[in-house]
């Protein structure tokens, strides 16, 4: 069984009289930031001059240099994407990490596949809010949280838990549940859900079900609303009830087909497909395929995002999201 720990858990005087840079606003960048700040927490903004650096300050955020908040910090918290991370840790972060501090990542990867490696002395350590940014921000706001995962890669001072569950509190994940990992399990897990289930393997659902539809003579507009639209309901009811529960609220016909025919769909074969995904990020070979990707001037990922903003079912959902008032 895992540890679970909730506010009552927590002593979050560990982060009295410190200070917590968070490095990056973006989705999650702004959210953890500003959710620390109105928990009580001394919170200072790492950027390089531009649009993000004006919105922090609009947000009413205290804004520095990267090196120079890293350097008043002594917890620093990675928010900057992934592959761009192991070059301002070199270049600037590296360089304020003395013994006691604690480098804090939102997600494994790095630390995983040894992209940073961290001096000795510092705390290593993860809080992962499960949900996007803006969704962490509004049940903030609502009072509540999401959960989140926490794992120590090095407890330099002893006391790297109590920080990553202070943060976490800090957050607003302790009104939900913070569970406890390790910086293995959370990136390969995140990594095959990404590509299996929630961003891979949906997409690639929807795309061909449009397909079939389409080719077989069904309107675009009514093949769009069929595997696409309607999704959000049967997501939301999942998210709500359980797979069970979902199948509850829906009528008795979608309960059989869904039932019956669904492993006709998604077979040993496609098992077979996710174990081999699985088995590519734990030997590191997806990690090393992305790395190099990246390092080489990321063509084939824009050819990748290029095919998926050309494809019909987008041109038909926009006109779709606009019918509907959901888009401009």
Known sequence: MVNVYHDKDIDDKILEGKTVAVIGYGNQGRAQALNMKESGVDVVVGLRPGKSWEKAEADGMTVKTVIDAANEADVVLMLIPDMAQPTVYAEEIALAMKPGKALQFAHGFNIHFG??????????????????????????????GVPALI???????????????????????????????????????????EQA??????????RRGFKVL?????????????????????????YKSGISGMYRAVSDTAKYGGMAIGPMI???????????????????????????????????????????????????????????????
Request: proline fraction near 3%.
């Open 197 to 206: 289930v929630l961003c891979g393997g949906v997409d690639q659902l929807i």
């Open 266 to 328: 998604i077979d040993d074969h496609v098992e077979d497909n996710m174990r081999k995904a699985l088995y590519a990020v734990q030997d590191g070979s997806f990690a090393r395929q992305w790395i190099e990707e990246a390092e080489s001037g990321l063509e084939e990922f824009d050819r990748l995002m290029l095919e998926c903003e050309s494809l019909e079912i987008e041109k038909v959902g926009k006109k779709v999201r606009q019918m509907s008032g959901l888009e401009k």
């Open 214 to 238: 389409t080719e077989a003579g069904y309107p675009p507009e009514l093949a769009y609303f069929e595997v696409l639209n309607e999704l959000k309901l049967i997501v939301d009811l999942i």
């Open 151 to 193: 794992a120590v890669a090095q407890d330099a001072t002893g006391q790297a838990k109590y920080k990553a569950l202070a943060v976490a509190k800090a957050l607003g994940s302790g009104r939900a549940g913070i569970i406890e990992t390790t910086f293995k399990d959370e990136t390969e897990s995140d990594l095959f859900g």
């Open 115 to 144: 992209q940073i490696k961290p001096t000795e002395g510092v705390d290593i350590i993860m809080v992962a809010p499960k949900a996007p940014g803006s969704e962490m921000r509004r049940q903030y706001e609502q009072g509540f």
